[in-house]
């Protein structure tokens, strides 16, 4: 009964190709969140919906799409994968709490991106 | 944009002693939370603290906060083997959206 899942969990494609990363949660949060996390260990944060409404949008290049199909569903599509897209993706859920926003947030397993 | 620094990049311990990992910020925030990543895994949260919070416990993990100085410790006791893991810093700004800003972290290997 994984809390926060994500498929694929290796990914491994040319460069220029498309490709979605799938993400779930069933902890009934309303918050999810994507994490690239890249060859240093560097995590940075790069979007969050809340409510399916999207409320953080890092500077990221506009070929990450995010789309929040309902509140357990999180999904990321790559256009025209780069060399440098090549890290490790983790999606994220929390809840929001009393109108308080800081709160812990889960991670799921995490998706190991190689652009070749 | 802020950025959590740790230190040590890494640490070397024998199962038995303690572990003390810092982390510094640059601006203010609502709280300040630890994570640790297995190798190849996701991260689990451990302690979150908050801003008007000077120190926290939770079974063999004591996390300190000093917002004077802008830093933190996590200090674990009683290390074992099943310690070994990356730990994370992860500071959650006042007023944002929960958008946490991660810092580098430590590398803890614990030798038993």
């Known amino acids: 009964d994984t809390a926060v899942s994500q498929t694929p969990k290796y990914l491994v494609t040319q460069m220029g190709n498309d490709k979605s990363i799938k993400c779930e949660q069933n902890?009934?949060?309303?918050?999810m969140y994507w994490y690239k996390q890249d060859s240093k260990k560097f995590l940075k944060i790069m979007f969050s919906?809340?409510?399916?409404?999207?409320?953080i949008n890092e500077t990221v290049p506009n070929r990450f799409s995010p789309k929040s199909p309902d509140k357990a569903h999180l999904n990321l599509h790559i256009n025209s994968l780069e060399l440098g897209d090549s890290a490790v993706y983790f999606c994220?859920?929390?809840?929001?709490?009393?109108?308080?926003?800081?709160?812990?947030?889960?991670f799921g397993p995490g998706t190991r991106l190689t652009v070749l | 944009s802020q950025q959590g620094e740790e230190d040590p990049q890494a640490l070397s311990i024998q199962e038995g002693e303690n572990a003390t990992m810092n982390c510094s910020y640059k601006?203010?925030?609502?709280?300040l939370q630890w994570y640790r990543q297995n190798s190849g895994r996701g991260l689990v949260h451990l302690i979150l603290?908050?801003?008007?919070?000077r120190e926290k416990h939770s079974g063999r993990l004591r996390v300190t906060l000093d917002t004077s100085k802008k830093s933190s410790s996590l200090l674990i006791t009683a290390s074992r083997a099943a310690d070994t893991a990356s730990y994370f810093c992860?500071?959650?700004?006042?007023?944002?959206?929960?958008?946490?800003?991660f810092g580098a972290g430590t590398r803890l290997a614990v030798h038993p």
């Open positions: 992860a500071t959650a700004l006042s007023g944002g959206y929960n958008k946490l800003i």
């Open positions: 919906y809340n409510n399916k409404e999207l409320i």
């Open positions: 601006t203010s925030i609502n709280n």
């Open positions: 994220a859920s929390s809840q929001r709490m009393a109108g308080r926003w800081a709160d812990t947030q889960y």
């Open positions: 603290i908050r801003s008007n919070e």
């Open positions: 902890l009934g949060h309303d918050t």
